[in-house]
């Protein structure tokens, strides 16, 4: 397969409180990108890290990739109730041009 | 303007009807993508093209064709409407090189009664 697998399928937390989103995925990769979609709305591109990269930042955004464990996590530090949406990771193989997405984790945050 | 915009935004149609649904890009890429979404389930990836002259099946094309009439311009097409084909459809589009994101339209909620 090579969609990822994002874990836990629903996270639910206070405001203020830092949320954590796994991914993993079973192809060699070029990229893992990481999207959030709003309810009922397209997805938007959050960040991407390269295979070569083990850590990146963008804002309140940390992303983390372990390729001896196929494995990725997004760190949303201290989390709003706007960031209440589904996110989704996308591994981008060496070749293929097209993304797979797997079912996303749903992130609730409660003011 | 959005850079990728998808038309209409909800459409309700008859089982066996024809319908189409419209993509157009302003980013000036190459490559274009359409997608479905069910719920619990994650994005499928229907057809998509890397340039005009170029078509590509992706997991689940049957029901669906495609028509690139530009580099602009991506539609997809249900020959013959069916209720399981009601879902969420997005469109998104990405640069030529391999490893850039891509950038989704708002949607098309389509319902098949």
């Known amino acids: 397969s090579q969609q990822g697998e994002e874990d836990p399928q629903a996270l639910s937390i206070q405001e203020g409180e830092n949320a954590t989103m796994n991914c993993s995925y079973k192809t060699s990769i070029n990229n893992l990108q990481w999207y959030r979609q709003n309810s009922g709305r397209g997805l938007v591109h959050l960040i991407l890290?390269?295979?070569?990269?083990r850590e990146k930042h963008s804002g309140r955004l940390r992303v983390t990739l372990d390729t001896s464990k196929k494995s990725s996590s997004l760190l949303i530090t201290a989390s709003r109730a706007a960031d209440t949406a589904s996110y989704f990771c996308a591994p981008r193989g060496s070749t293929l041009g097209r993304l797979y997405f797997g079912r996303g984790t749903q992130l609730t945050v409660w003011p | 303007d959005a850079d990728v915009t998808q038309t209409p935004r909800n459409r309700i149609t008859k089982t066996g009807k024809r319908i189409m649904l419209e993509c157009s890009q302003t980013k000036g890429h190459d490559r274009m993508y359409w997608y479905r979404q069910d719920p619990g389930l994650g994005l499928r990836l229907i057809y998509y093209s890397f340039d005009v002259k170029d078509i590509n099946k992706g997991e689940i094309s049957d029901g669906y064709s495609v028509s690139r009439q530009a580099q602009a311009k991506f539609s997809l097409s249900l020959e013959s409407a069916i209720p399981n084909q009601t879902a969420l459809y997005f469109c998104?589009?990405?640069?030529?090189?391999?490893?850039?994101?891509?950038?989704f339209g708002s949607g098309t909620r389509l319902t098949v009664v």
């Open positions: 998104a589009t990405s640069d030529t090189d391999r490893i850039g994101g891509y950038t």
């Open positions: 890290i390269r295979s070569n990269e």
